[in-house]
């Protein structure tokens, strides 16, 4: 089955900070969504993009589906930003969303 | 708008017991599915249905069991729970050509 890495597992900032945190998949996809897992276990889904730029806020994301990988990016880092990001693919050829997950990048954003 | 809602959230069983999961969702959406979630782990799926009356297993099937009677409701249920069913279940739901997943709050399980 298709592999799905991101990088790096853990990242601890300063309130204000930028980071980029990388989604790295091993086959072509077409659904690629990234979510952000809060402390109380809550999934909110941040961007839809199996190709291409968006931006939401502080938050943006590129996915280079040619290369395989994509890349979340956060700006202005806030305390409430903390918690685990996680990027979840669908393999192309799959027609029902059987999304496959990363093990996440856990996020501590400090005061 | 209650979007996916899960019961209970919290949840205690011995080994052996059985119980269901509950999973609703207020959008009429076609296809619903069940995901585990471990600990330093993604999550994994166990089962999805894209539509009333039909279902079937995703990666992590075994000890569980589904139904889909109508659209709103995909409970999933645990035949004789097992210490390594331990975990966090979501459920979720998206349209049929959506793009977009929603999520349940999660069921904390623990089987002692």
């Known amino acids: 089955g298709i592999q799905v890495e991101q990088s790096p597992p853990d990242l601890i900032l300063q309130e204000g900070a930028n980071s980029t945190l990388r989604c790295n998949f091993s086959?072509?996809?077409?659904?690629l969504q990234w979510f952000h897992q809060n402390p109380w276990g809550q999934l909110i889904n941040l961007f839809y993009?199996?190709?291409g730029t968006k931006q939401n806020g502080r938050l943006s994301a590129t996915t280079v589906a040619t290369e395989r990988y994509s890349l979340l990016y956060i700006s202005s880092s806030q305390t409430t930003d903390s918690g685990v990001y996680f990027c979840?693919?669908?393999?192309?050829?799959?027609?029902?969303?059987?999304?496959?997950f990363g093990t996440g990048t856990r996020l501590l954003v400090s005061p | 708008n209650a979007g996916v809602t899960q019961t209970p959230k919290f949840q205690v069983l011995k080994t052996g017991q059985s119980m269901t999961l509950q999973c609703a969702q207020d959008?009429?959406?076609?296809?619903m599915s069940w995901y585990r979630q471990d600990p330093g782990m993604g999550l994994r799926l166990i089962h999805y249905?894209?539509?009333?009356?039909?279902?079937d297993q995703g990666e992590v099937p075994n000890g569980y069991n589904v139904s889909r009677s109508t659209t709103e409701d995909f409970p999933l249920r645990l035949l004789s729970a097992a210490p390594s069913q331990t975990s966090v279940y979501f459920c979720?739901?998206?349209?049929?050509?959506?793009?977009?997943?929603?999520f349940g709050e999660g069921s904390w399980l623990t089987v002692v």
């Open positions: 979720a739901s998206s349209w049929q050509g959506g793009n977009t997943i929603y």
């Open positions: 086959d072509s996809v077409n659904n």
């Open positions: 993009i199996p190709s």
């Open positions: 979840a693919v669908k393999k192309r050829d799959t027609g029902f969303q059987k999304l496959v």
């Open positions: 959008m009429n959406h076609e296809y």
């Open positions: 249905s894209v539509g009333a009356g039909i279902t």
